[in-house]
């Protein structure tokens, strides 16, 4: 396989809502978005959504780069070495419960989940590359009812292949 393109459609559902409570260690934010960080570039982020909206999606252009078992996709959204990519889903807010205002940029990057691309099957990630896009569907509050955060895999997330300019 030569080196090809592929498309992530990152497809979000659950949203935890504008604000995030006060917890002990924790300050609590409030006006939360939630958008894909660019590599290298913490403050550069892909359409932010609200915390509340019904869903949130994202479109990522890749490369696909064959490796002797499996792929690497490679692009500006894509994060981390061979074998460790991830995208990062950014939580951001305006300001915390406690009143303190974000920085100048006008947000404040307060936690993120690390979409785990090499917890994609084999046979889907493969899949992908031939129909041309790779799906991940997943919900973004976690048990406690704020922003999920840490690494992300299945069952969290599902995988799955997709025609070309699927879910545009």
């Known amino acids: 396989?030569?080196?090809?393109?592929?498309?992530?459609?990152?497809?979000?559902t659950d949203l935890p809502g504008r604000s995030c409570p006060a917890a002990p260690g924790f300050p609590g934010y409030q006006d939360i978005h939630?958008?894909?960080?660019?590599?290298?570039?913490?403050?550069?982020?892909?359409?932010?959504?609200?915390?509340?909206?019904?869903?949130?999606?994202?479109?990522?252009?890749?490369?696909?780069?064959?490796?002797?078992a499996g792929v690497d996709l490679l692009g500006p959204y894509v994060q981390g070495g061979p074998g460790?990519?991830?995208?990062?889903?950014?939580?951001?807010?305006?300001?915390?419960?406690?009143?303190?205002?974000?920085?100048?940029?006008?947000?404040?990057?307060?936690?993120r989940a690390k979409l785990m691309l090499a917890a994609v099957d084999p046979d889907?990630?493969?899949?992908?590359?031939?129909?041309?896009?790779?799906?991940a569907r997943l919900g973004l509050t976690d048990v406690k009812g704020h922003p999920l955060c840490a690494a992300v895999r299945p069952p969290l997330v599902a995988w799955s292949a997709g025609p070309a300019g699927a879910g545009e």
């Open 124 to 135: 889907t990630a493969d899949a992908a590359v031939r129909g041309g896009t790779l799906v």
């Open 84 to 111: 460790a990519r991830f995208v990062y889903l950014s939580w951001i807010a305006s300001g915390r419960t406690d009143g303190v205002a974000a920085g100048p940029e006008g947000f404040t990057m307060f936690r």
């Open 34 to 68: 939630v958008a894909v960080q660019r590599r290298g570039r913490p403050g550069e982020l892909l359409d932010p959504q609200p915390g509340d909206a019904a869903r949130a999606a994202w479109t990522l252009e890749c490369t696909v780069k064959p490796l002797p």
């Open 1 to 12: 396989m030569a080196n090809t393109s592929v498309r992530i459609r990152i497809e979000a």
